[in-house]
């Protein structure tokens, strides 16, 4: 069993960036495929970036080049760096852990939310 617990979003104005992070607790993070969704409001929750156990990345075409999935296992973490920002970027982000890689898995975290806007 494994619990997650985001935590960096926040207010910020179009073009700026966040630092997402999601702490981990419990046993096999190490070994686990890990990644950030995200849902809008009226919209379906959708995959934004995954990184598997050996460090393989994924990253859904709307975010390429602006954002950067990343972890730590000493410290059972996972990093989400968000860089431009855009008003469409506003979301409730969650940390998931435990599927294949273009899948969730049965770990979330509880959300953060991420607002980007003058």
């Known amino acids: 069993q494994v619990q997650l617990v985001e935590s960096g979003g926040g207010l910020v104005q179009p073009g700026g960036s966040l630092r997402l992070s999601c702490a981990a607790s419990g046993s096999g993070f190490s070994t686990i495929t890990m990644g950030w969704y995200r849902q809008a409001p009226g919209k379906q929750r959708e995959l934004v970036a995954a990184?598997?156990?050996?460090?393989?990345?994924y990253y859904a075409d709307s975010v390429k080049g602006r954002f950067t999935i990343s972890r730590e296992n000493v410290k059972n973490a996972v990093y989400l760096q968000m860089n431009s920002l855009k008003p469409e970027d506003t979301a409730v982000y969650y940390c998931?852990?435990?599927?294949?890689?273009?899948?969730?898995?049965?770990?979330w975290g509880q959300g953060t939310q991420v607002t980007v806007s003058s």
């Open positions: 998931n852990g435990g599927g294949p890689l273009l899948q969730p898995g049965a770990f």
């Open positions: 990184i598997s156990s050996s460090g393989f990345t």
